[in-house]
């Protein structure tokens, strides 16, 4: 695999996503482990279905790099925004909560 890594101004593109759901309501979807993917899955998949081909290559970035880096980029994003959702996104608590949801887009793109 490439060495190419997620940043902060990939993540810029999509903030409108990350600010789609209320900080409140993240935090406590993130706290009880939710499965978004599957509770949004029709959305997922027709957002999935519409992915350009430079698109397509981030995501599959995303999805093979370590819970710690995606966080890392979280924490830079809020560093720079001071938006919730990238705070909680960066809490290592929630590390589960990331890789439970990343494993269910692997499996909805397979």
């Known amino acids: 695999m490439s060495e190419e890594k997620i ?3 990939d ?3 999509y903030e409108k996503l990350f600010s789609l759901t209320p900080s409140f309501l993240l935090e406590r979807f993130a706290k009880k482990n ?3 993917v599957l509770k949004f899955e029709s959305k997922a998949k027709s957002f999935l279905s519409n992915l350009s081909d430079h698109q397509k290559k981030k995501l599959d970035i995303v999805l093979n790099s370590e819970i ?3 966080q890392a ?3 830079d994003a809020y560093s720079r925004t001071n938006k919730k959702q990238y705070k909680i996104l960066a809490n290592p608590k929630y590390k589960e ?3 439970l949801n990343i494993e ?3 499996k909805m793109i397979n």
């Open 7 to 9: 940043t902060y101004s």
């Open 97 to 99: 909560f990331i890789e």
């Open 34 to 36: 939710t499965n978004l």
């Open 104 to 106: 269910e887009v692997r």
């Open 11 to 13: 993540v810029q593109q």
């Open 68 to 70: 710690e880096d995606l």
């Open 73 to 75: 980029v979280m924490q």
